[in-house]
């Protein structure tokens, strides 16, 4: 053998034992495979691989996915939107599969629950479809607080009260992340407009950041145990979320105790240093410019090694928990049938009654009147990437009527049908966009004839009104979309007129993404069903309650103001924008058109949260405005009874006790919400009262009893004392008080509470002085 050859063989052999002699990522080697890592690897390890839109992707239409480093057994994971379900192609080039997934009810319609194990039910099967098509994390849920009706992305959110909004998110991520799936609560934080979102800074006090806004997250975090959590686009008090190391190290990791990983939102910050010494582990969907600054920044010593260490070391420990990792054999197989039936019953769960005359509903089986163009044409939910457009199919209406046993008008079912194929021929001549982040144009409602109107009337028993509005991501609604426009309040006004002539009810469905106007209309209504946004068999769960088959139990999970601008937080919103285009502005890291000089605008460049604390009930509440439906309103089929309300007191900890009684007719579910009111709260620039606790009955019979039990801490009760950097709950005598909503006290008990305080980190201070309102 030649020298040649034997070098050859040598430099082999001694390539292969290197090979061999390198670790594999396991889950007890993370450090050891971290310290045999190159600077290139890290690097990209932090990036993303860009979107995964094209069809040539290995799962086409998800958000993206990390690097592979395969010598050292580390596999790419990959991540897909969406808040209302898995978002993905529904065809594949060479495939003759379909890979369908389930379009689940919109978030405002679960958090109207009140019931965190259907929460729980609707993250497990989003889970489920994740992990058996293959893949490892769901970016979802979105959790912002609802700071006024007109933000874009209200459909995706929870509430405006940050415990209902964190144990509902809590409740859905437990779910996902049963299946073995990374869940990731977004967008945090303070991202509670759509306008300019890439580039607004969002100026919050000390107090209203720790009390509502990051409170919602503080518990998801706790009680929910999330992998991974993405950060907003927006700044905060000046600085973008994701580069804000008060943020995200002190607050969330030091704080809070979280050991998971931060990614950023697609193309959001400016500067991918300061996001990593921030503790943004990962940025997506990843720029070369990113790899650069962050590769440039180690070698020159701005960026210490250990600093990145310690955002790999992250990415590593959330990787060696997926289903890619572990090489799950994934069928694409989910029970898409299962996950249908936990669709329609949590959007008949998720629905809310808010008016009931002379008990219109249920309704007995008969012939129905359909009116509106959202009576044809029901909304499953948003647009935008937290919407869906891969949902295969939505039941309508008249399918879930008939299927009910309802009769309905086939005169009105042709004549609608024929106005909305023309309608939506002029809007769109080349078909529906397939996606849109706004919500594309809707044809204005049909005009109603005298004789159509008198013809329903004779022939129906009952007319049945849809009122739909949608909106999406990147743009917030206008303030006129608050508003019935002039042809739904003359169509509705003309056929309660008929109606009530005939002797007749009017029903009125508001299938909507956010409260509206009700009080301007609501006479002309004998009923009138919130049905939110349902998701894909949300004509069969429509007609579950209106048939009575559910009992409604959903409460409002956000206040209906009378008018906008009843709400002090109305005043700082961008809710008559010019430029909308402000709206989608800088959407995928184009971070040169910021640097532009140029005045600064208020409610788009800068949004002051001058209401400060006062958001939702607590401002209406404590100001003595009235409204049209308080927050935690719904009724019932039935009746129910509170009785024997106790409070027992453990330590720092109080437990609530009382009895609920079906007094009525029918079998039924309430919800419990138990609202605690400080004493003294005017001097202390307290609410008037706060939601403490809830919880929610099995279905009672009617005479049945079941005690409920809630559990409230010290803590729980605290305020955020800025002087002090510290949460205090002062001594005195606290009213508890079991409502079934927040305008309306069922029973009380005066409770002696012990001082509590609590230091915390003196950050995250507003630059600019805000006019913030007190008591």
Known sequence: MTAKKLFTLAVAAINVLCVMSQPRLRADNVDEVLQAMTLDEKCHLLLGCGMHFNDDAKFPGTAGSSYAVPRLGIPSIYCADGQQGLRMSATRPWDHRDYLTTDFPASMTVASTWDCEAAYAVGKAIGNEVKEYGLDWILAPSMNLMRSPLCGRNHEYYSEDPLLSGMIAAGYVQGVQSEGVAATPKHFVANNQETNRNNNDARVSQRALRELYLRAFEVVVKKGQPWTIMTSYNKLNGTY????????????????????????????????????????????????????????????????????????????????????????????????????????????????LLKNNHET?????????????????????????GGMSTGHYTVSLVEGLRAAGFTVNEQLLKTYSQYLRQANAQLFPHGKPAF???????????????????????????????????????????????????????????????????????VVLLDICSPVDVTSWQDDADAILCTWQGGQEMGFAVADVLSGKVNPSGKLSMTFERSYGDAYADRNFPSEVDDKTLGSMFMWGNNDQQAQPRELQKDIDFTNYDEDIYVGYRYFDSFGKPVAYPF????????????????????????????????????????????????????????EKELRAFAKTRLLAPGERQTVEMTVTAADLASFNEKKSAWVTDAGVYRFLVCSSAEKVEAQANVRVDKYVA???????????????HR
């Open 632 to 687: 935690g309103y719904g009724l019932s089929y039935t009746t129910f009874d509170y009785s024997d309300m106790k409070v027992k007191k453990e330590g720092g900890n109080y437990s609530v006790a009382v009895t609920v009684e079906n007094t009525g007719k029918r079998p039924g579910r309430n919800v419990v919400e138990l609202f605690v009111a400080a004493p003294d709260s005017r001097r202390l620039n307290k609410p």
């Open 361 to 385: 509903l249920p309704l007995s089986q008969g012939r129905i009147a359909l009116f509106g163009n959202t009576s044809y044409e029901l909304i499953s939910g948003g647009s935008g990437f």
């Open 436 to 506: 849109t982040l706004a919500p594309p144009a809707r044809p204005e409602e049909m005009k109603l004839s005298d004789s159509l109107l008198t013809q329903s009337a004779r022939d129906a028993d009952v007319a049945v009104f849809t009122i739909g509005r949608k909106s999406g991501e990147a743009t917030d609604r206008p303030k006129t979309d608050f508003y019935l426009t002039a042809a739904e309040k003359e169509s509705l006004h003309l056929l309660s007129q008929s109606f009530h002539k005939a002797g007749k009810k009017v």
């Open 759 to 773: 230091k915390v980190h003196n950050v995250l201070k507003p630059k600019v002085r805000l006019d913030l309102l």
């Open 241 to 352: 979320t994701l580069e804000n190391s008060e943020l995200l190290n002190t607050v969330v990791r030091k704080e809070w105790g979280w050991k998971g990983m931060f990614v950023s939102d697609w193309n959001a910050g400016q500067n991918p240093v300061l996001s990593m010494k921030a503790g943004n582990d990962m940025l997506q969907p990843g720029q070369d410019r990113q790899y650069k600054a962050i590769y440039e920044a180690v070698e020159s010593g701005r960026l210490p090694m250990a600093v990145l260490d310690a955002n790999v070391r992250r990415v590593l420990r959330l990787i060696v928990k997926t289903h890619s990792f572990a090489q799950y054999p994934y069928q694409s197989q989910p029970d898409l049938q299962q996950h249908a039936d936990v669709v329609r019953r949590v959007a008949a769960d998720g629905m809310v």
